[in-house]
C-alpha cells in the first residue's frame, strides 16, 4: 500500500484527512499512460482517455507497478507532478486514480477544478512572499 493509498483510506475519516489526501496527491509524481506516438516535440502530452457511458476519463496512477498491471502491456506514459497534471487538465476530464486496484478513485471535474484553484493560488502567494 502507498502513501497515496494510506492517504485515500485515511480520507474517508475526516475532512481533515480528506485535505492531507488531496495535498500528497498534489504533491505526488503520478504516471498517465499515453499514445505511443513519434514527435520530434518532447513537451508534447499525448494521454489515453477512455470513455465509459459518456464520461471521459484520464488515467493517473501513483506507481508504474500499477500502470503496468492496468495496461497488461508494456505501455509508454509520462510521469508528472500531481500539481501539473492537475493544471494542464481541463474541460470535462474526469480523473481514474488507481483503476482496477483497492485504492481506486474517480476525481469529479469540480475536484479537479477546486484542486487546480488551490494550486494557482499557492503559486502566486508563493511568488507573492519571494518578492517580498
Known sequence: MTPLDQALEAAKTSQCKRNAFYGLL?????????????TDKPETF???????EGIT????????EKLSAWAQTPMTFA????????EITTGNIHWALNPGTDHA????????????DLVVKFKKDAGDEATQ
Open 46 to 52: 499525448n494521454p489515453i482517455l477512455a470513455e465509459a
Open 105 to 116: 478513485k474517480i476525481l469529479q471535474p469540480d475536484e479537479i477544478a477546486w484542486l487546480k
Open 57 to 64: 476519463y484520464l488515467m493517473v496512477f501513483d506507481t508504474e
Open 26 to 38: 498534489v504533491s505526488s509524481t503520478l504516471y498517465v499512460p499515453t499514445h505511443d506516438t513519434e
Open 79 to 86: 510521469p508528472l507532478p500531481g500539481h501539473a497534471l492537475i
